[in-house]
């Protein structure tokens, strides 16, 4: 907790970022342009996605290929839950459907957690590029397995009508949904700030560092990267579950290996294992698309020329150039 | 018996490095453990802790065999190991590497700091940017925090400045007192001896002698750890 407090230049940083972030909207509020509080919106839905993605791979430095799967599951949940609740059809064991968002949430969370859990059980005996192929493996099951599921949409995936609900607040006016996200944001940022630093986490982090030297004081690598990988598995669920109800449609791209890419792309961008890094990655990524987005169709070409040099000569990423080199590399 | 080794054999691969070695820890004894460089004292210690499983013989801590037992759980029947080369977490800080592993028992980190009080200084310190001695004392300090019933120090003070020789010595010494169990791999004869309780010396992979300090003549010495 000690350095979570200090103020240094990262922290700064942070709250300049932070403050950014929630200053945009109001903005784009005042001058009636709600594009912009999408445009917001979607960079802290994507940062609350690749936070859940840096507990496993910045803390426990497991590169997981497959965390589309959870994003896409959340999104899943978020839409057949609404949809039941528009038909009033019972879901399963005759459990009614829900329009409410923090029912929507709590199942999210739960149901990616569990898929985490079991995709990393699994995934956790191997490492490298093995544990890459897997996860990845993985995830392609559950996108295809969605495609050929016609109950809900397959291929075309599934819309939600109205967005969902939240108890005394209007969620489909664009800065109420945008505020909801952003706290849920600031949530996620502190949880992995403290399990950073926690016991939980130096152990996940000293694993990253030499498996055999953890295993001699006494610590199972496996049970405590499995541990991560399902609270990482969880948040970016919880992701997934806000991203359908932004677009208020669902489809199995969310499930897409371009999906987990995507979320890789933005840690490494932002900063990998650092607090803030996938904010400054997500901010970075969704203005890119939309500045570049608007120039050519190919804006993609210029992303992969930005992160070659990010690769090659920003290792810290976003964050790194800015705050200098991470405490904990 | 503490820790008791009996007739271990182990590999790397196909290559055969113990063809049969004996040793026993009691409880509250300091034994070392001699030899020349490559007789297998590196590879007995990985065997014990289970990194590199014995193929042949046992291994029981405290009357437990730890034939097919994960490296944690052997950590957890007692053993804290410091490793050669002085192996911290080094993107960590000092406090960290200590927390990370502790487990309840008489060593605190009040008491590790008390042990080393340079260790207290550089609490917030990464573990890379500590010299090597300190790193060494951290090492120690991450194997106590753990509370072993028995504490094994491979190479305990290689490659340090004597000064801070000393100091690793001197806690060494009040570990002892305090009756913590310690198997000890040193090449400083003239440190190792007065601590040791007993001395176990390899050769060729095998126990070739066992017996008290005292009893290690010069002719000994020279034919089993001379160079």
């Known amino acids: ?8 230049r990262e922290n700064l940083i942070n709250l300049i970022l932070a403050s950014l972030l929630l200053a945009v909207p109001f903005a784009a509020d005042a001058f009636g342009q709600p594009f912009y509080i999408t445009l917001a919106t979607r960079i802290a839905i994507l940062a609350l996605a690749a936070t859940g993605l840096n507990l496993a791979l910045g803390l426990g430095g497991l590169v997981s290929f497959g965390h589309a799967a959870f994003f896409g599951i959340g999104g ?3 839409g ?15 459990l009614p459907g829900s329009k409410q968002m923090w029912v929507i949430w709590i199942v999210a969370l739960i149901l990616s957690g569990l898929v985490g859990l079991a995709i990393g059980a699994i995934s956790l ?3 490298g590029v093995y544990f890459i192929m897997i996860t990845l493996a993985f995830a392609q099951m559950v996108y295809y397995f969605a495609i050929s599921w016609p109950a809900y949409g397959g291929e075309d995936g599934l819309s939600i009508l109205v967005r969902n609900q939240f108890p005394g607040v209007n969620t489909m006016r664009p800065l109420t949904f945008f505020l909801i996200c952003y706290v849920i944001l600031l949530l996620a940022l502190a949880l992995f700030a403290l399990i950073r630093a926690s016991r939980f986490g130096t152990a996940l982090q000293a694993a990253r560092q030499n498996e055999v030297r953890v295993a001699t004081v006494g610590i199972q690598p496996y049970r405590i990267r499995l541990t991560g990988f399902a609270i990482s598995a969880a948040v970016t669920g919880l992701a997934g579950a806000l991203f359908a109800d ?5 489809s199995p791209s969310m499930l897409s290996w371009h999906m987990s890419g995507e979320l890789i792309v933005l840690i490494i961008l932002g900063g990998t294992g650092r607090l803030f890094g996938p904010l400054a990655g997500a901010a970075l990524y969704v203005i890119f698309e939309y500045a570049l987005g608007g120039l050519t169709e190919r804006w993609q070409f210029f992303l992969g020329l930005i992160l070659l040099v990010v690769v090659l000569f920003a290792r810290g990423g976003l964050l790194g150039l800015l705050a200098g080199k991470a405490r904990h590399g | 018996m503490l820790l008791d080794v009996t007739r271990i054999e182990a590999f790397y691969g196909a290559s055969q490095a113990l063809f049969g070695v004996d040793l026993a820890v009691a409880e509250g004894e300091a034994v070392a453990l001699m030899g020349r460089n490559g007789m297998g004292k590196t ?14 013989g046992g291994v029981k801590i405290g009357g437990t065999d730890t034939k097919g037992k994960r490296p944690h759980h052997v950590a957890k029947l007692g053993i804290g190991l410091v490793p050669e080369g002085r192996r911290c977490f080094p993107n960590l800080t000092v406090h960290e590497n200590l927390v990370a592993a502790a487990r309840p028992g008489q060593w605190t980190l009040e008491r590790v700091n008390e042990l080393f009080p340079r260790l207290s200084e550089r609490h917030a310190q990464m573990a890379r940017s500590l010299s090597g001695g300190e790193q060494q004392m951290l090492a120690i300090g991450r194997a106590l925090m753990t509370n072993p019933r028995l504490l ?3 190479e305990a003070t290689e490659g340090l400045a004597p000064v801070i020789r000393q100091d690793i010595w001197k806690a060494i010494r009040r570990l002892k007192a305090e009756g913590l169990s310690i198997l000890v791999v040193d090449k400083t004869l003239s440190e190792l001896l007065p601590v040791a309780d007993r001395c176990v010396i390899l050769e060729n992979g095998r126990s070739a ?4 300090p005292t009893d290690l003549t010069t002719e000994l010495q020279d034919r089993y750890l001379g160079v």
Request: aromatic share 10%.
């Open chain 2, 43 to 56: 590879t007995t210690i990985r065997a014990i802790c289970n990194l590199n499983p014995p193929r042949a």
């Open chain 1, 246 to 250: 932004l677009n208020r449609f669902v």
């Open chain 1, 1 to 8: 907790m000690r350095e979570i407090m200090i103020v240094t």
């Open chain 1, 76 to 78: 899943y949940v978020a």
């Open chain 2, 209 to 212: 002698w066992s017996g008290r």
């Open chain 2, 152 to 154: 094994i120090l491979d």
């Open chain 1, 80 to 94: 057949i839950l609404a949809a039941h609740a528009f038909s009033g059809d019972p879901l399963v064991f005759g």
């Open chain 1, 125 to 127: 005996r191997t490492s």
